[in-house]
């Protein structure tokens, strides 16, 4: 079953002209100017979802503009094409399959049948054997081969099947199981697997080999080497006690040598990016437990609800991706900072980069004619406070605008003294100085000298969306991830791309293939002159 999707150039519509005019017409006014005398302003622009409060005051909109992006999402059928994903239908076009991480995340009970497939009790068939394994684990009933329990779990997968994961476990390390070492494997660099083998003993190491295809290089690769680094001191028949796989691939996973007894499935609608609820998560699971667990999930759902239900006016995905539609086609603003004040979300940057820009760093529409327009912008980060010390500067003043994405956590799980409120203030005065800046008369008053005023004069007029939430728990970290999730959905289908497909990465993995032929001398091959040039000096080097 394939469906039409949102049709044509987006451009096109009538909003995206008046979206044109608005940015013209705003463009010398600045946030501050929007925002002085307007105490209504953070009230009229926040938002409230699954415990997340999202404000958007400190971005360049005004009322106008919010009407106008709505009406840009009507024009384009955003909402319908979200119930079309929902409920099953093909929406990756160009891989013809179904995109259905929400059914990951729904509670029993609720039926959904796709392709003749009774996807909610597969989901929560696969569901229950992660407890049942997690448990084990964590209880000490399930012992490596030498009768010990497991001390270390290694999960070695890459790309999907590694950023959520380490994403996740060092999001949620405060609720975890301090009795059991996490390690996280994903480059093909041999020193990945190596330093992250050297202290741990075989005997008590559980190795997951994630990978929903089962082919990817980095992953066979470094679970072979994992897999001779355990035989070498435990034999063969050891395998099957300190290996498990999780795979959408049940014939590789056999061929590999892992008992399918011992393998946790998902499917071809479940993309690499928007895994880590799924088996991909069974590590996050052995950390916090299947309860924690379901507790995620929950989170992810209690999103999900919001968005399939919550008025266009007060969706907050919804909001969030049009802002970020508003900030690249209307603004041209290239790039998204993502600022977590906190230390648990230090890995949330990396795995947004995966999430927003291997789907929406496209240039065909769906329809196969290439975009006349911008579509995903360049998402980067670093937790505050470290990123001040660092590219803040650029941020405050250089010559590129950058719109960043600060996330507050209100209750530190670690408090020590003022910490806490020393790092909130940080949050609070980097996107406060980032929307408003500081004027050169305001750096005269202070007594700063002449000559000095121009260098200290702070441009502001850098759109900041400010998240919110009570507390880092696995239920908020769930909604988290599935507001960003369904934001991208929302810019996807704004720019009539395939926001679940990832052509771009495969050449890459081909010519490498072909290389490394000639490296290895199993199948010698010239390539371009740089290449061949590239290979005779690193011939040289090794
Ligand atoms: O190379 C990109 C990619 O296909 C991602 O989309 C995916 O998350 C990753 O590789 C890993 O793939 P797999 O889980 O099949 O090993």
């Known amino acids: 079953m394939t469906t039409q999707p949102p049709a044509g150039d987006p451009t096109a519509t009538e909003a995206w002209s008046v979206l044109t005019d608005l940015a013209r017409s705003l463009s010398t006014t600045t946030i501050r100017d929007l925002s002085e005398g307007n105490s209504e302003r953070p009230a009229m622009l926040t938002r409230e979802a ?23 999402a009507d024009e384009r059928g955003v909402l319908a094409w979200r119930d079309r994903m929902l ?61 010990e329990r497991i001390a270390a779990v ?32 994903s480059n093909v660099d041999p020193t990945d697997i190596s330093e992250a083998v050297r202290d741990l003993d075989p ?39 300190h290996f ?95 600022l977590p004040y906190s230390q648990y979300l230090s890995r949330f940057p990396a795995y947004l980069q995966q999430l927003t820009m291997e789907s929406n760093g496209k240039s065909v529409r769906l329809d196969g004619a290439p975009v006349t327009y911008e579509t995903g912008a360049i998402f980067w980060g670093e937790p505050g406070t470290n990123g001040q010390h660092s590219f803040y500067q650029l941020l405050h003043q250089g010559t590129s605008t950058v719109s960043s994405d600060v996330i507050v956590v209100a209750r530190s799980d670690n408090p020590v003294g003022d910490m806490q409120p020393m790092l909130v203030a940080n949050a609070l005065a980097q996107a406060s100085v980032l929307a408003l800046g500081r004027t050169a008369a305001e750096v005269a008053a202070d007594g700063t000298p002449d000559a000095l005023v121009p260098h200290k004069v702070m441009p502001g007029n850098r759109p900041v969306s400010l998240l919110m939430v009570e507390r880092l728990d696995a239920f908020t970290l769930g909604a988290l991830v599935a507001l960003y999730e369904h934001s991208v959905f929302v810019q996807g289908a704004i720019w ?45 080097l090794a």
């Open 154 to 185: 290694v999960n070695i997968g890459i790309g999907g099947s590694d950023l959520g994961p380490a994403m996740a476990y060092q999001a949620l390390r405060h609720d975890s199981d301090r009795d059991i070492t996490f390690r996280f494997v």
């Open 496 to 540: 009539g791309i395939d926001s679940f497909d990832q052509w771009g990465v495969e050449l890459g993995k081909k010519v490498a293939m072909g290389i490394l032929g000639e490296l290895t001398g199993s199948a010698p091959a010239s390539f371009d002159a740089s290449t061949d040039h590239s290979i005779a000096l690193y011939r040289s």
């Open 203 to 241: 005997a008590t190491t559980l190795f997951i080999v994630a990978s929903k295809t089962f082919t990817t290089l980095e992953t066979m690769t470094n679970a072979q080497t994992a897999r001779s680094w355990l035989v070498a001191a435990l034999g063969e028949a050891a395998v099957s006690r």
């Open 87 to 147: 409920s099953g239908e093909h929406i990756n076009i160009t891989e013809n399959r179904a995109v259905l991480h929400a059914a990951l995340r729904a509670p029993v009970g609720v039926p959904l049948e796709v392709d003749g497939q009774d996807v909610a009790s597969d989901v929560h068939d696969v569901l229950d054997r992660m407890s049942a394994f997690a448990d084990a684990v964590r209880s000490g009933a399930w012992l490596g081969a030498t009768g």
């Open 244 to 338: 498990v796989a999780v795979s959408t691939n049940a014939e590789k996973v056999s061929a590999f040598g892992i008992d399918t007894a011992n393998m946790f499935g998902f499917w071809d609608w479940v993309g690499g990016r928007y895994s880590m609820d799924s088996a991909i998560g069974l590590s996050t699971m052995i950390a916090i437990g299947s309860t924690g667990f379901r507790d995620l999930l929950a989170g992810f759902h209690a999103m999900d609800t919001h968005f399939a239900t919550a008025a266009p006016q007060n969706n907050v995905p919804l909001i969030m991706g049009l802002i970020a539609v508003w900030n690249r086609n209307f603004l041209g603003i290239e790039t998204t900072a993502v």
């Open 50 to 72: 699954a415990g997340i409060h999202a404000d958007f005051s400190r971005q360049r909109v005004t009322a106008d503009v919010m009407n106008s992006l709505l009406s840009l």
